[in-house]
């Protein structure tokens, strides 16, 4: 092994206090206890807490250690934190370093003060922060701060879920009992849990930080909210895939040493459709860490781009009429002694288990798709869903052609054969023949299948991990519960699931699309389908409450009629909060930064024309550039005292679904009538007198 490779593998979790470290530090007894937890089979042994944060904190302390926090993910989307030092004093005036099991397991921050969708009073305030001892600990370096994170849960003094953490990992539990209990009606005796994996990858912008402390609408929005094309955009397909900047390689070389560190397994990086646009994905890890490593890898971009003198941008759509960003949702269902449930393996029409899991992801999808799309639903996606970027708002799933073929046969008589790939042969001796899988992949579609696993291509690059996939493990959980339910019950199981699989595939395979989503006549072909197309963020949250899904989550354990009513109206209301900052920004800007330019430019033409016509020449062509100039004022001017107004109505609506319809319908108008001639003027006013940097600037320039 050289030098190098030794080197990653050093740095590799070296700040994560993960199985390795346990073994090293904790007694023998203790740590098969633990692992007994973590795995599901028995809750923790208080007695052992003391023992396990002692540990913990002799190894955080000697990796320069002094504070410790609960580290919890609020319904804000965002982590929380709050630090609190190892030190006690002692009566002789001396400190020592203590850290119990009760710090360890429990935590107390104010629940009053982050948004609980009226949970939580104002003036109730305590909540409670519990450790999910499924997710590693980890040391975090900030500067010169270092601290012990401890993933937790974040619930309120009556119970309920304060975060986005809780009903993942009630939905784990959930997916991992109705999953088992049609392995054991199948068959399986071996397999002990199944655990539902998930490899997001993330996009993101990186922009040079001087052109971002002077665009007020990307500090405080983190999109654009004005700004002419570029001349040149993506048109050329020469970023994706292309050489890496050597300035953008060092932050993301950076970017990969910090996430190493912490146990975040990065590997894929390289340049995205757009200018200025990238991606970095990591190996698979159970939906729970692989939510808490995406939260990480946000906050990692965004700081290490700092030290480079780029700002990352996570927004879905930072640019107009360039590509916007995702989050793929690489999921899949995995037993603890290996077998991915979603492997085909080579002849799919004869693995059971594979058809059975299969044929409910189908069900659940297609039965939930207003509830999946709702998940993905928030103002930035908004922007990016269905723009010939992105998967369009219509759920659908690709299958690939070998199990369409499959799905078709269990329709009709069951499946009987399976497609196969073959070789590519490329027509040069030097080259070998290449492996040909047997479908091909289709980027258009918001739920692809890829192999051995499920993409939901819906997901917003802003958005946590957690919700939509708690939302597709308890819509899968349940649908594996219906088939138990007939299986447990069957004489015959083989016979029985043969059933189950020709219903399904007979009642839902109207889902199934695998041409082009961004077709005009795939919209037209889905509405014959009776499959839904809510383009809407505010009409997508509002379905959430529809009495379907409140039942599924309650039959699942995951959510409850109040705590799914409660993030229905954080959603709503996150949305219109975010449009007022929008519109706010916008108004901003533009009088305090745009008409201002526009004036003294409308002045200086004016002294041009005048003194052109005094001199007794032609000054036509300049008139008629001042009169194009003051007329787009004109329009600037009127849209903005239109926003004003509008926006000021806003708050007098009452009713959080309401006041999101009229920010969305009305505001968002008043929006685009101001953007409008802004742009235009943009292409006319001397660039001198321009106070923002354009779209070229920005993507372009390194």
């Known amino acids: 092994m050289d030098k190098c ?18 073994r090293k530090r904790l007694p023998e007894d203790v740590y098969k206890s633990l692992m007994k937890t973590i795995q599901g089979y028995e809750p923790l042994d208080p007695v052992l807490a003391d ?24 319904m804000t989307g965002l982590t929380a934190e709050k630090h609190d030092s190892f030190i006690y004093p002692t009566a002789d005036g001396r400190t020592v370093m203590e850290f119990s099991g009760k710090e360890l397991c429990q935590g107390e921050p104010d629940a009053s003060s982050f948004p609980s969708g009226g949970l939580r009073a104002t003036f109730e305030a305590r909540g409670y922060t519990a450790w999910d001892c499924t997710s590693p600990v980890f040391i975090k370096e900030d500067g010169e701060n270092i601290t012990l994170y401890i993933p937790s849960a974040f619930c309120s003094y009556t119970g309920q879920a304060l975060d986005k953490k809780t009903p993942m990992l009630r939905s784990m539990e959930a997916l991992n009992k109705q999953a088992m209990r049609v392995l054991r009606a199948l068959g399986n005796k071996t397999s002990q849990h199944v655990l539902a994996t998930l490899g997001p990858e993330q996009e993101y912008f990186l922009v040079d930080r001087s052109f971002y402390e002077r665009r007020l609408d990307l500090v405080l929005t983190g999109r654009t909210l004005l700004g002419a094309p570029s001349p040149r955009g993506q048109e050329m397909d020469d970023h994706y895939f292309g050489t890496l900047h050597e300035r953008v390689a060092s932050f993301m070389h950076e970017v990969n040493i910090e996430l190493w560190k912490l146990g975040v397994s990065a590997k894929t990086q390289h340049n995205e459709v757009a200018p200025g646009q990238y991606e970095l994905a990591p190996v698979f890890a159970t939906v729970n860490v692989a939510t808490d490593h995406n939260q990480l890898t946000m906050e990692t971009l965004q700081k290490v781009a700092a030290r480079h003198g780029f700002v990352c941008l996570l927004h879905e759509k930072p640019f107009v009429g360039v590509n916007g960003s995702g989050k793929h949702n690489n999921w899949s269902l995995v037993t603890d002694d290996g077998t991915n449930l979603l492997n085909p393996g080579e002849t799919p029409h004869d693995n059971m288990v594979f058809l059975v899991v299969l044929c409910a992801v189908v069900r659940a999808v297609d039965k939930y798709a207003r509830l999946l799309r709702a998940s993905v639903a928030n103002a930035g996606n908004e922007h990016r869903l269905g723009a010939n970027e992105a998967p369009p708002a219509i759920v659908s799933i690709f299958l690939g052609d070998q199990l369409t073929d499959i799905f078709e046969q269990l329709a009709a008589e069951g499946a009987k054969t399976s497609k196969q790939g073959g070789q590519l042969k490329l027509g040069i001796s030097s080259l070998p023949p290449l492996p040909k899988d047997c479908t091909d992949r289709n980027r258009t579609s918001p739920f692809a299948f890829t192999g051995n696993k499920f993409e939901f291509r819906m997901v917003g690059s802003t958005q946590s991990t957690a919700g939509p996939t708690f939302v597709l493990n308890t819509i899968v959980a349940d649908v594996l519960a219906e088939i138990a339910d007939e299986l447990e019950k069957a004489a015959d199981v083989t016979t029985s699931a043969q059933g189950i699989l020709k219903r399904i595939a007979t009642e839902h395979s109207h889902v199934i699309y695998n041409g082009d989503n961004y077709s005009a006549e ?35 354990n995951v959510l409850t009629k109040a705590e799914l009513q409660a993030r229905t109206e954080i959603l709503l209301e996150a949305y219109s909060m975010q449009i007022n900052i929008e519109a706010l920004t916008m108004s901003n800007m533009v009088k305090r930064q745009i008409l ?3 004036v003294e430019y409308s002045s200086r033409l004016a002294g041009a024309v005048e003194s052109i016509s005094s001199a007794g020449v032609s000054a036509d062509t300049q008139k008629a550039m001042l009169e194009k100039l003051c007329g ?8 903005v005292k239109t926003l004003e107004k509008n926006t000021g109505k806003a708050g007098e609506i009452a009713g959080v679904s309401k006041r999101a319809e009229y920010y969305r319908e009305v505001v968002i108008e008043a929006m685009s009538q101001v ?20 779209y070229a600037e920005m993507l372009f320039l390194k």
């Open 5 to 22: 490779c030794e080197s990653v593998t050093e740095i590799f979790g070296s700040n994560v206090f993960n199985d390795s470290v346990m």
């Open 51 to 74: 023992v396990i944060a002692k540990a913990m904190k002799d190894w955080a302390i000697e990796k320069g250690a002094t504070h410790f926090c609960h580290w919890f993910q609020p």
């Open 522 to 556: 795939w919209v037209k072909e889905a509405q014959k389908r009776k499959l839904p197309n809510i383009c809407s963020t505010v009409e997508s949250l509002n379905t959430i409450m529809d009495e379907e899904n409140v039942n599924v989550f309650e039959r699942q």
């Open 596 to 598: 201002p330019a526009c």
């Open 632 to 639: 787009l004022i004109s329009s600037l001017d009127e849209g």
């Open 675 to 694: 953007r409008r001639p802004a742009d235009q003027l943009e292409a006319i006013v001397d660039a001198e007198l321009w106070p923002l940097p354009t």
